[in-house]
């Protein structure tokens, strides 16, 4: 279903990739975002939905001084946030604050408060402890997986622990399950793997080429997205890895990035290559001990695609769900453009 778009909108000044939703903000719906300029000071925008929500309103810009290439919120403190960077041939990763009186200031600067700088590989993301005030962080580059302690008081980050993947496995980025915080998946060119955090080790893993991101369903035990080049959006349930339960068509050309709705348990959003976002409901089969039986066959394609928003001219590489207002989500184009959508007319009836 091809889909008009009733979005609002609002422009960086440079390309961009990475967009976050600002949980940790109770008071408004809110995300944060970053640029990707190799000659031009980056910037940080703080991006809030009007009360009306008619309107996005720049509450705070700041400079960055790299090329941001991940961004992620802090689940309890609305002003710290994470990145990992770039300068063109080095990358680094660090937590930031935004100055508590921004608002009241002529130019408020970032306070670097941790450099997460362990890293000897090409670092890829941060994962922040699900949800809740927790001192725990997670950074991934191609060949690594640290663990680490971050002290909001003290501003220091320390690592806990790390291990490699190995150096057959290039690590291109990872999850981290809601409904087990002991658990990662992490992708990398062949294959998803399934760490636990606690002995620092492989699980298991789902032999699958080339899956771009993944994301575990909130609402949903058990349950884990991938987004793959050219092969789709498949729904895995980590009891039964043999077969995805679901499969769903994806995208015109690469599939990107996928999203879980923070509320509602079957609705998924995908982004890619090909300038659109697609809202999808997916529904698993349910169970609490799934069998090849649970389905009609382990690869029955389905296409149950509510809308598709394609008011977009460049890739959309960045995706992220409000949970504060659930029915409400943000996407990125590399052109440097945010739209904010309201899905409501799709929501599934009570």
């Known amino acids: 279903m091809q889909g008009g778009s009733n ?11 990475c967009i976050a939703d600002v949980k940790a903000d109770t008071d408004h719906t809110s995300f944060l975002t970053g640029t990707l300029s190799l ?3 980056n910037e940080v925008h703080l991006i809030r939905l009007s009360s009306a929500g008619t309107e996005l309103i720049c509450e705070g810009l700041f400079s960055h001084p790299n090329e941001i290439w991940d961004l992620a919120s802090c689940p309890f403190d609305q002003r710290i946030f994470s990145t990992v960077f770039s300068s063109g041939e080095t990358y680094g990763a660090a937590i930031w604050q935004i100055p508590e009186l921004y608002g009241q200031l002529n130019s ?7 450099a997460l700088d362990a890293h000897s590989s090409k670092i890829k993301c941060t994962l922040w402890w699900p949800t809740g005030r927790h001192d725990k962080l997670v950074s991934i580059d191609e060949q690594n997986l640290f663990l680490w302690s971050f002290d909001t ?6 690592v806990q ?19 087990d915080y002991n658990a990662l998946a992490l992708t990398c060119e062949s ?4 760490w636990d955090l ?7 893993s789902i032999d699958h080429p080339h899956v771009r991101n993944l994301d575990y369903n909130v609402k949903r035990k058990f349950m884990l997205v991938t987004a793959e080049d050219e092969s789709g959006i498949h729904i895995w349930d980590l ?7 679901l499969e769903l068509p994806g995208h015109a050309h690469w599939t990107w990035t996928v999203k879980c709705n923070p509320e509602y348990e079957d609705l998924i959003l995908s982004a890619g290559t090909d300038s659109a976002v697609n809202l999808w409901r997916a529904s698993p089969p349910s169970g609490d001990k799934p069998t090849s039986e649970s389905f009609d066959s382990p690869n029955r394609p389905v296409d149950p695609l509510l809308n598709s928003y394609s008011d977009y001219e460049d890739s959309v590489y960045g995706l992220a769900w409000s949970c504060r207002e659930p029915w409400i989500f943000a996407s990125l184009s590399y052109d440097g453009r945010v739209v904010v959508e309201s899905t409501k007319p799709h929501l599934p009836r009570k």
């Open 191 to 194: 294959s998803v793997q399934l």
């Open 198 to 204: 606690r002995t620092m080790k492989k699980t298991t």
């Open 108 to 114: 408020p600067q970032l306070e670097k408060i941790a």
């Open 161 to 179: 622990s790390q291990e490699s993947a190995g150096v057959l496995h290039s690590l291109s980025g990872g999850a981290w399950d809601p409904h």
């Open 153 to 158: 008081s003290k501003k220091n980050a320390q």
């Open 239 to 245: 009891r039964m890895l043999k077969f995805p339960v």
């Open 39 to 41: 000659k031009e000071e």
């Open 7 to 17: 979005g609002i909108g609002y422009g960086l000044k440079y390309q961009a990739r």
